[in-house]
């Protein structure tokens, strides 16, 4: 279950990056979309708290949690069930205290499926159609949504609703529904942009943890 939700968190950040569209709606989603790009690569750092559900009505699922994830450069560290994965710059390490096992790979920046800063939040990814949806009012927001449809056939995901506080260009939600039914949503609960940051954030102590099994795949 951990490594379903690190995946999922996963695809928030690498979802979306630039698709031709086809008609006036369309261009209008793309324009907020553009917006939201815009924002977020003008921050130095970024730390976002956000919710994560889980539900699945046919198979009686509906599990919630929370997490974090600091952005920095092509840094990061995200915290999510009890697991970290931390990006250096270089290795990526994936740390499981339950099961004391400590992953370390090479991140390559260029790979489509690689979570990279320049990727996170800035979405539009190759491969989904999208279009101007609905709108809610959340707490005195307006969060305008865009849905997206995967153009591969064969994808695990049937739809996607991206929703953007139409004030602050930021992302709200994303409610992600695969063709099993099941149901992701991803709250963003806050949202801080140019903190101070400790000068060891990104930096992996393997004497920390002495007792863990190290897989090292780089």
């Not at 990056?17 to 209008?28: P, R, W």
């Amino acid at each position: 279950m951990k490594n379903l939700k690190i995946k999922a968190f996963t695809f928030l950040f690498v979802f979306l990056s630039g698709i031709t569209l086809s008609n006036a709606q369309d261009a209008k989603a793309k324009s907020l979309l553009n917006e939201v790009s815009t924002k977020v690569k003008s921050y130095k750092n970024m730390f976002i708290d956000f919710k994560y559900t889980l539900s699945n009505d046919a198979a009686g699922i509906n599990q919630e949690t929370r997490g974090d994830v600091t952005l920095n450069g092509d840094k990061y560290k995200l915290n999510l069930m009890g697991t970290t994965q931390m990006y250096d710059g270089k290795k990526l390490y994936t740390v499981i205290p339950d099961d004391e096992e400590i992953t370390i790979s090479t991140q390559d920046p260029g790979d489509d499926d690689a979570i990279t800063p320049s990727k996170m939040l800035t979405f539009f990814n190759k491969g989904y159609t999208y279009k101007w949806d609905i709108d809610q009012s959340v707490n005195g927001r307006k969060i305008q949504y865009v849905k997206l449809i995967p153009i591969d056939s064969n994808s695990e995901l049937k739809s996607a609703l991206l929703g953007v506080d139409a004030q602050t260009k930021h992302i709200y939600r994303l409610i992600m529904t695969q063709k099993n039914g099941t149901k992701i949503t991803i709250t963003v609960n806050s949202f801080k942009t140019d903190q101070p940051l400790p000068g060891n954030l990104f930096v992996f102590d393997e004497k920390k943890y002495a007792d863990y099994y190290i897989n090292r795949l780089d």
